[in-house]
């Protein structure tokens, strides 16, 4: 059962779109909650489903995470964090105010507006959360640990809060995607075998939260891939170039 | 910097294709505008492309009239899927789903539909235009027209189609209504179209192995959308069978392909001996190739060259003859054609379609056949035709010439808004367009 309304915080990316479109295909309601102008996908989402979608204004970084779904004006079914910031490894680790961006939009923002979701969501029936995380942060990299860790930060937090929901039936879902042609990724060269399409993701993430699995890889691949790379001695690891 | 193709897979280019996620990005894009590369040849190639497939937005539809309005690099295949359980499908639909709307009116695409119907671009009621400077212009037959005009066809080379409006026709049911009629002869067959020309929807399969008395031996297939009341009581009648999905898991030699078609063929062609009417699911009666992913495989690592021509409606008869001559001449080519009866010339001034015959089968890009092509040409320019833009990657520009009486007028609107110092793609570089 999917808990409507479904809120997507971050719906413009290219997940957030494909899952917006994914869920509204299923009968849910949603709501579109995006820093810029999403009009044209809550449209879009309104001509094809027949439904009367909402789109919201939505900063992960604005520190007020309560007022955000108080100014719903509805208590939140679904909600699902897909805003993040990849960033650049470099200027991360050269320029402060960068690095403290790149955690803010992937580690304290999302925290904090989950943390605040199951606050809202409080004894909601058949509530889900979902996060996306990412396999970034099963083991921090040279070329990208800022995003990594923040990540890694998530992961952690999603699994705390599943547990500490549990017994009052709130549904917490960490997702790690792998690879996705998406905006962030453009220009980079992935391994097509390892790369999946945004609405393959929506597809991947809309049956396990059907199924109310816990954790989920979109390509099966990627679970041996983590395995291997988490089982690499540190002293080895560290002077691969990653 | 990444390698695309056109659908034959020849010629191939490095190119910097950027993506644009939203109309104002894509209005401020520079290159040539790109769909889903499912244009055979050189007409979605260029240094720099723009990928129009991240604009697939819907922006309204009026279940009154059928008007709807979406995003260029929406895909045909998403718009079925999305439209006909509510009982409406596009006017014109090519060979292939696998089609963005832009690249339907650049190419102004024609169906088994046309000698009714036109072209999708007759159906087009506006499109905004990005000109590359800065400008979006709404073009339609009373705003802009000659842009319009230049655009239906056009080839992505007056600018970024970023937004179109189209006309949807209901239909009751996810079913086709198909005939199958044998011909013995190329005159057969042309007769059975005549014949046919109240029927929604006919093609005929050609069998180019045949010769002698027997060439243009054809299988013709006619329909018409079924209706809820044609189909078996207690059907559901927007249910489409699941298709399963098939993929070319290698490139396969040339030969195989020989005995592929041939084989097809004879299917075809002998079943139609079975009289009477039968219910085909739309799918595999509009788009039978989209079942077996990257079937341009099956032409090997060479590639190959689709080759379509239209020749005048008095010429025909003539013209063809010579032209299925001349292919069933080459002893080890071994093709499948596709025959269509076209209605008269549309809008567009580069658009293909005239009042008249068109003939497209696919070759394997070798020497011998580009030399047959060159033949093909001359006699498809001696009988007053033309070829398709769409699917060429080696016509000459005389050819070209000959067979588009309008394109100085085309060239001219380019010159005028300064287009053709920002848009040019292979095709138009080869053909000077
Ligand atoms: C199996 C198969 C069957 C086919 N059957 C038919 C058929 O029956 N009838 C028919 O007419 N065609 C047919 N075609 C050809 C096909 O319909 C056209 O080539 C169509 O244009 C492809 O659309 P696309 O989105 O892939 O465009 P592309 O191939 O990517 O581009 C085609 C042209 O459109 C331009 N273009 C694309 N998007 C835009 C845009 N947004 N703004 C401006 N210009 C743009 C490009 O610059 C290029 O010149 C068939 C092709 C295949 C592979
Ligand atoms: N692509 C991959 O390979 C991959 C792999 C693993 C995980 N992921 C994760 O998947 C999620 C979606 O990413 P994507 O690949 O679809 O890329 P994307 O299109 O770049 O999406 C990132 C989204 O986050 C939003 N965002 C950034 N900062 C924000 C802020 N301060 N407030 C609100 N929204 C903000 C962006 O909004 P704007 O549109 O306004 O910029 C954008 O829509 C991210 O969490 C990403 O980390 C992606």
Aim: proline share 5%; hydrophobic share 45%; aromatic share 8%.
């Amino acid at each position: 059962m999917i808990a409507s309304p479904v809120v997507i915080l971050g719906a413009r990316s290219d997940i957030g779109r494909a899952l917006a479109r994914g869920y509204a295909a299923k009968g849910a309601h949603v709501i579109l909650a995006a820093r810029g102008d999403i009009e044209a996908d809550r449209r879009d989402l309104e001509v094809r489903s027949g439904g009367q979608p909402k789109a919201v204004a939505f900063d992960v970084t604005d520190g007020a995470p309560d007022a955000f779904f108080a100014g719903l004006g509805e208590t939140p079914g679904t909600v699902v964090m897909v805003a993040g910031l990849l960033g650049d490894q470099d200027r991360s680790a050269s320029d402060d105010a960068e690095a403290a961006r790149v955690m803010a939009t992937n580690y304290e923002g999302p925290a904090r507006y989950l943390l605040a979701a199951a606050r809202a969501m409080n004894g909601v029936e058949g509530g889900c959360i979902i996060g996306i995380s990412s396999v970034a942060g099963e083991r921090g990299r040279g070329s990208n640990y800022i995003y990594g860790s923040a990540k890694a930060g998530l992961t952690a937090f999603l699994s705390g809060l599943r547990n500490a929901q549990a017994k009052a039936g709130l549904h917490v879902m960490t997702v790690k995607p792998g690879f996705v042609a998406t905006q962030m990724t453009a220009g980079m060269k992935l391994p097509p075998p390892l790369t999946a399409q945004p609405d393959e993701v929506a597809k991947a993430i809309i049956d396990a939260h059907e199924k109310r699995r816990d954790v989920i890889y979109v390509k099966a691949r990627w679970r041996p891939v983590m395995a291997i790379i988490r089982a690499i001695p540190e002293g080895v690891f560290k002077k691969l170039s990653l | 910097m990444t390698a695309i193709t056109g659908w034959g897979r020849y010629p191939r280019i490095e190119a910097e294709v950027t993506r644009p996620a939203s109309i104002e990005a894509a209005a401020r894009g520079e290159g040539l505008p790109r769909g889903n590369g499912r244009s055979y040849g050189d007409a979605s190639l260029a240094p720099r492309a723009v990928d129009m497939m991240g604009l697939d937005r819907l922006v309204s539809f009026d279940d009154q009239t059928g008007l709807i309005v979406c995003e260029a690099g929406l895909m045909l295949s998403d718009l079925i899927d999305l439209m006909l359980p509510r009982g409406w499908f596009v006017p014109v639909t090519p060979g292939t789903k696998l089609v963005t709307i832009g690249g339907m009116v650049a190419s102004d695409v024609h169906g088994k539909n046309h000698h009714g119907a036109g072209t999708f671009g007759e159906h087009v009621a506006w499109l905004d235009l990005a000109l590359g400077d800065g400008r979006v212009l709404r073009c339609s037959r009373d705003e802009n027209a000659d842009l319009f005009a230049a655009t239906i066809g056009g080839m992505g080379l007056t600018g970024i189609i970023l937004t179109v409006a189209f006309a949807m026709i209901p239909v009751e049911t996810a079913m086709v209504r198909q005939r199958r009629l044998r011909a013995p002869t190329l005159v057969h067959a042309f007769a059975a179209f005549e014949e046919s020309l109240d029927w929604t929807y006919s093609v005929a399969w050609i069998d180019c192995l045949a010769s002698g008395k027997d060439l243009g031996r054809s299988a013709i297939l006619l329909g018409e959308h079924a209706l809820a009341q044609e189909l078996p009581a207690g059907a559901e009648p927007f249910a489409r069978p699941a298709k399963g999905k098939k993929r070319v898991p290698i490139d396969m030699p040339g030969f195989v392909l020989g005995r592929l078609s041939v084989t097809a063929f004879n299917k075809l062609y002998y079943a139609a001996q079975r009289p009477g009417d039968m219910l085909v699911p739309i799918d595999p009666y509009f788009w039978p190739l989209d079942a077996i992913l990257e079937w341009n495989r099956i032409y090997g690592r060479g590639g190959f060259v689709q080759y379509q021509c239209v020749l005048p409606i008095e010429a025909s008869a003539a013209g063809y003859q010579q032209i299925l001559a001349a292919i069933a001449a080459e002893g080890d080519a071994s093709f499948l054609a596709v025959l269509k009866r076209m209605g008269p010339q549309g809008l567009g001034m580069l658009s293909f379609p005239m009042e008249g015959y068109t003939l497209a089968l696919d070759f394997p890009a070798n020497a011998r056949n580009l030399a047959l092509l060159d033949r093909l040409d001359a006699i498809t320019v001696d009988h007053g035709g033309r070829i398709y833009l769409a699917k060429d990657a080696r016509a000459s520009v005389a050819t070209i010439a000959a067979g588009y009486p309008r394109l100085d007028e085309f060239r001219d609107v380019r010159r005028r808004y300064g287009l053709d110092a920002r848009f040019s793609s292979l095709l138009s570089e080869r053909l000077h367009l």
